[in-house]
């Protein structure tokens, strides 16, 4: 008997600047448009895998087998889709059918708050697989960092598509896009030019409207884009501000910057209004929010922005040198629209680590 071998990852959940919404038909998990995300350094998940031998005749059967803890809790029902990540990375790595898989994770950021913990969830995950696999690779196959971080990113995104954006500390952007020549469908790729100053040193403020469960899952939502009227104008728009976006980060350019963050978010939730079943993630307090920022930012040109996921909690992104400013408008003006006043702040641009 081999001894039980155990790789832990910490990785960060995401915050996308241009949306991904919808994907390909054919293969799986493949954007129907390019994106690009901040990391949120500080709102993360810390995955343990332990790789258990399995008894011989157990091995021999092509079952994936696997355990799953959330908090310390196990979690019979995120079972089926951990073992639908692990059948989809099988192909690449045949060894998830040899062992029993201990899986342990949690997110450093309270349970029901609408924050997507699948991204830092799913990225902390293929990290972990990933490592195992460079492990018992031969010496001359050995895998450069940067490759690593592509099968990380891959595998991350069979679970969860915006899940492959969170394994950078830079920028990640998914998706082909003329606007980045290493860019691909399979993985995300690190937005590795210098960005300018002005869009440098941003952090982002997780307004929680509300902490329920979402009534149509992102998963669905995607799938709702297979017969929406405005689909292919929408990724086409996506591509455009893909284009403009990598540009405008580049150069500084702040009001163009917020302007097409904020179109970002209103056209991933004009889709959803528009889909059929049309539906609405958005609630009275995510619009009072808004509008709070739109008068404030009017009255004082501080650099700031909302975006939002696929939820009703805004994401006020920030220049960090007004962080003051930023924190007494949110204490004063914006708590108010908050469920039990709760806000979660995060700087941005951390990488994943192994522990
Ligand atoms: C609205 O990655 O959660 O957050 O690939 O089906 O797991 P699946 O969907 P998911 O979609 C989230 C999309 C988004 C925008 C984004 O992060 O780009």
Redesign the pocket.
Known sequence: MTENKIVTYKCPS???L????G?KTGGV?L?ANP?I?WSLSDLHATTTVTRIEKVESKALENQISLEFYLGGESKTSFEPKIKQFLERIAPMMPQVYLYHWKIESQNNFPHGTGI?S??AG?GALALCFADFQRDSLEQEQNWSDEEFLKIASKYA?L?????C?SVYGKPGI?GETKAWIESSDEFAVPFTANVHPTLANWADAVLIVDDGEKSV???Q??DLLKNHPYASSRYQQAENNMVRLLEIMQMGNLSEFISLVESEALQ?HAMMMSSEPYYLLIRPNTVAIIEKIWNKRKENQWPMAFT????ANVHLLYDKSYSLQVMNFIETELLVHCKNNLYLCSDLGAAPQKL
């Open positions: 995401n915050i996308a241009v949306k991904y919404w994907k998990q954007p994106s995300s997507a699948s991204a799913f995104r679970g969860s598509g915006s899940a954006r998914w899952s992102s998963t939502g995607h991933l939002l996921d696929a939820g």
